[in-house]
């Protein structure tokens, strides 16, 4: 006995998935912001927000540790995946205030969605696809929307490694408002 299919092809992992999509995406509509090997470089207005977030939380941090600013510290492992929470959060912040919530086409959409892009890649959040997939419908691009909704679609596999093990209920509201959205197209 196999212990593989020959006949299936294997379902792909959403977040390798996403890798693709996130190489087409910046190719296909030449997306401001990425290098050729596909390490996104931040504009100043990116950079700024992120630091934004950074300081922001540093001094949350410091409020629950006496007040004393800089008195709190993370260590190292912990301070990388906060850094990159805080830099996926505020990059889709960043996105969202582009997209002012927008019924018309934002004249600075592309920004917006390489700055959606930056946010699913630091974080893998499907609410930064949802959004782009959303920006790149209203701009025209329905193939690119659908993808985008597609890959949430594999997001469920992927949820406990971002959400934890209990939040069927989350899971299943992202997952129908990306089947929702695809309807739409």
């Known amino acids: 006995m196999w212990p593989f299919s020959l ?3 294997a379902k792909e992992a959403y977040q390798d998935i996403g890798i693709k999509l996130v190489a087409r995406l910046v190719a296909e509509l030449n ?5 050729t090997d596909l ?3 931040y504009s100043v207005d990116e950079i700024s927000a992120i630091d934004s977030g950074c300081a ?11 007040g004393v600013p800089g008195a709190m510290y993370f260590h190292p492992d912990a301070a990388e995946e906060i850094r990159r929470k805080i830099a996926g959060d505020e990059l889709m912040s960043y996105a969202d205030r582009l997209c002012r919530f927008s019924e018309d086409l934002p004249a600075e959409w ?15 959040e499907p609410s930064a696809l949802q959004n782009l997939g959303e920006l ?17 679609l594999r997001f469920p ?11 069927d209920d989350l899971v299943r509201m992202i997952v129908e408002r990306a089947s929702d959205s695809l309807k739409e197209l």
Do not use: C, H
């Open 56 to 66: 922001a939380f540093q001094r949350l941090a410091d409020q629950e540790g006496g």
């Open 110 to 124: 592309k920004l917006a969605a390489s700055a959606y892009l930056k946010a699913w890649s630091a974080t893998l």
């Open 39 to 41: 390490l996104p470089t």
């Open 136 to 152: 790149l419908a209203k701009a025209g691009y329905a193939d690119a929307a659908r993808e985008t909704f597609n890959v949430i």
């Open 7 to 9: 006949s299936r092809k």
């Open 31 to 35: 997306l401001p912001g990425w290098e």
């Open 157 to 167: 596999d992927y949820a406990p490694k971002v959400y934890g093990d209990k939040q």
